[in-house]
């Protein structure tokens, strides 16, 4: 029985449950490293999820809440791999430079093969789909749903 390293598992605390995401550091190590840094920082504290499309996915990870924002940190090269988008999968969001990503991803609500190999998967939802499902829809949505805390979970059990 293998053992899970907290150091790879993210929390995201919505205000109607928790998102449990396992980080992919072995596949996409520098926007793993990324994430890690962003929620110790607080980063994703409050912020919302500005682009949900049913069907497709749930978007978040700008401060300004519009799609067009990021951190101050440089962008990232991409990580492409040959692993699928399926439901529950978590990538970086980009513009139309494969090494743009910075601070934004999303989470796909059902297989979407048309992104494979096309952007950097970081992560895969391991509980709390159900929590994704309810996320409220619209571009932006009319009532965001927000991340209310988001953490790395070897900080909060070593807590």
């Given amino acids: ?19 449990v995401i396992q980080l992919l550091s072995g596949t996409a190590p520098g926007h793993v490293e990324r994430i890690k840094e962003l929620t110790r920082e607080g980063f994703y504290d409050g912020v919302v999820f500005h682009r ?3 069907g497709f996915m749930a978007q978040s990870g700008d ?8 951190s101050d940190k ?25 090494d743009s990503a910075n601070s934004q991803w ?9 992104l ?6 970081w992560g895969q939802v391991t509980k709390g789909m159900d929590v994704v499902d309810k996320i409220a829809t619209g571009e932006p949505p009319r009532q965001p749903d927000k991340i209310v805390k988001a953490s790395i979970a070897a900080d909060v059990e070593a807590g």
């Fill in 1 to 19: 029985m293998s053992t899970v390293d907290l150091e790879d598992i993210l929390y995201l605390d919505l205000e109607h449950g928790r998102i």
């Fill in 74 to 98: 440089p962008d990232l090269k991409a990580e492409f791999s040959k692993l699928p988008f399926e439901r529950g999968t978590v990538g970086a969001a980009r513009t139309n430079n494969p």
């Fill in 116 to 121: 494979n190999g096309q952007y950097t998967i």
């Fill in 63 to 70: 401060p300004t809440g519009t799609g067009r924002g990021g």
């Fill in 52 to 54: 949900v499309i049913p």
């Fill in 106 to 114: 999303f989470i796909c609500f059902q297989p979407t093969p048309h």
